[in-house]
């Protein structure tokens, strides 16, 4: 599942880092653009914001999806959409976005203010609104599977 890069091997010139889904990757290279490989429905297929991914700072992934935080501190999310590839509802929110931390199915991103904004499979993580009051001037998030 997802190792077999052969049909963009070309492109894997220059990485920096690689982050994996259960069954597909995602590459940083060094001009900062992404190329990913494997099963297209776990994120190895990113033309779909393959546009977007560019000046990609980090990437975090869950077990189907993988979530980018660009330079401008925006982020970009690919995948499964059952288990996070999806942060579309949460586009407004997540700005000045600082680290992303995932379990399996959810993603959690820390604001510059210290506020949380998670998203994904809610019993993974994804559903904090419970949890907002106390999910203030937070530094660093951890996650577990």
Do not use: M
């Amino acid at each position: 599942f997802g190792g077999d890069s052969s049909h963009v091997q070309d492109q894997l010139r220059h990485v920096r880092k690689i982050e994996a889904t259960d069954s597909a990757f995602a590459a940083i290279l060094a001009d900062r653009s992404v190329v990913t490989w494997g099963d297209p429905d776990a994120g190895g297929d990113s033309s779909r914001v393959q546009d977007h991914l560019r000046n990609v700072q980090q990437i975090q992934a869950t077990g189907g999806a993988f979530s980018a935080i660009l330079a401008d501190r925006s982020v970009v999310t690919w995948g499964n959409p059952h288990v996070s590839g999806d942060s579309s509802d949460f586009q407004e929110q997540l700005r000045n976005v600082q680290q992303i931390q995932a379990t399996d199915g959810a993603f959690a991103a820390i604001l510059a203010d210290g506020s949380v904004v998670t998203w994904g499979y809610a019993d993974g993580g994804g559903d904090s609104c419970d949890f907002q009051e106390q999910l203030r001037n937070v530094r660093q998030i951890h996650a577990t599977d």
